[in-house]
C-alpha cells in the first residue's frame, strides 16, 4: 500500500462546527498517514502530487465566496481528481462551492466551480437546524444540520445517500448530497466520520487500507449504536 495522504483544504476557515475532529479522528484511524494542510493562500498539494483524500468542511458565506476563488484555478484538476476516484469528503456548505452557483436573497449570484449541475439558495434570516438519519449502500447514516441555505435541482443521479427520516438536499428531498465516484458531499456537519464509524471504515478502504482498524472502535461502536436508536424512536423531533 503506497502511504496515504490526506489534503485539508483550508482549515483556518473550514471548521465552522469543529468538523476537522474529522480530520483528527482519521489521523487516530491511519497513524501513517500524512496530513496536509492547506491554507487560502498556498498551491493545493494535489495540483502537484497524488493525494489519497480531499477534505474540506464548512465555512462563513464571505468565506465561500473567497474559497471559490482560490479553487477555480484548480477546477480542471479537482474534476481529473474526482475522474480517478480520489476520495473527496466535503461536509456542511463546503459542498455549495462545487455546484453551478450561490443565490443570494436578491437574486445576485456567485458562480460556484459548476462540477454539479445543482445551485443553493441562501436565506440568512432563517437557520434550518434538524436531525438526519439516512443509507448509503446498507450504511445507516446519522447526522445534524445546521444552515442558512439549500441546494436545488436534480440530484437523483448523483445523490449522496438517501434519506429515512429529515431532509435531503432541501426540504421535502429525501435525497442528501452529491455523489460522484468516490467524491461525497452532505450538508450535515459536525464529527460526521466520528458518529458513523462505518462509514468511516468503507471510507478508509477506499483509500486502499485493506482491512482498516478504527481507533476507540469498541467505544465508538457502541455510541453509534445508542444514537441510532435514539433516531429510529418515532417520538424524536427531528427540527
Given at each position: ?36 494542510y492547506t491554507g487560502l493562500n498556498d498551491t493545493p498539494a494535489f495540483t502537484k502530487e497524488e493525494v ?17 476563488q482560490a479553487l477555480f484555478p484548480y477546477k480542471e484538476q479537482i474534476q481529473n481528481c474526482i475522474d ?156
Amino acid at each position: 500500500m503506497s502511504e496515504i495522504k490526506i489534503e485539508v483544504l483550508y482549515p483556518e476557515y473550514a471548521n465552522l462546527f469543529g468538523d476537522l475532529m474529522n480530520i483528527h479522528y482519521l489521523e487516530k484511524c491511519i497513524p501513517d498517514a500524512k496530513i496536509i494542510y492547506t491554507g487560502l493562500n498556498d498551491t493545493p498539494a494535489f495540483t502537484k502530487e497524488e493525494v489519497s483524500m480531499i477534505y474540506m468542511g464548512p465555512m462563513t458565506e464571505h468565506q465561500q465566496e473567497l474559497v471559490i476563488q482560490a479553487l477555480f484555478p484548480y477546477k480542471e484538476q479537482i474534476q481529473n481528481c474526482i475522474d480517478k476516484n480520489t476520495v473527496f469528503l466535503l461536509t456542511g456548505n463546503a459542498m455549495e462551492t462545487f455546484e453551478a452557483y450561490i443565490e443570494n436573497e436578491d437574486k445576485s449570484r456567485i458562480n460556484g466551480l459548476h462540477l454539479f449541475s445543482t445551485y443553493a439558495k441562501r436565506d440568512m434570516f432563517h437557520r434550518y437546524n434538524s436531525l438526519i438519519l439516512g443509507e448509503y449502500k446498507g450504511i445507516t447514516l446519522v447526522g445534524f444540520k445546521a444552515q442558512f441555505s439549500h441546494s436545488y435541482g436534480d440530484n437523483r443521479n448523483c445523490y449522496f445517500y438517501h434519506v429515512l427520516r429529515g431532509d435531503g438536499l432541501h426540504p421535502g428531498s429525501l435525497l442528501e448530497g452529491l455523489h460522484k465516484n468516490n467524491f461525497f458531499g452532505t450538508y450535515t456537519v459536525g464529527p460526521f466520520l466520528v458518529e458513523n464509524p462505518l462509514f468511516t471504515k468503507y471510507l478508509i478502504k477506499q483509500m486502499g487500507v485493506q482491512n482498516p482498524v478504527l481507533a476507540f472502535e469498541s467505544s465508538i461502536m457502541k455510541a453509534y449504536q445508542k444514537r441510532l436508536t435514539e433516531f429510529q424512536n418515532p417520538k424524536l423531533r427531528f427540527k
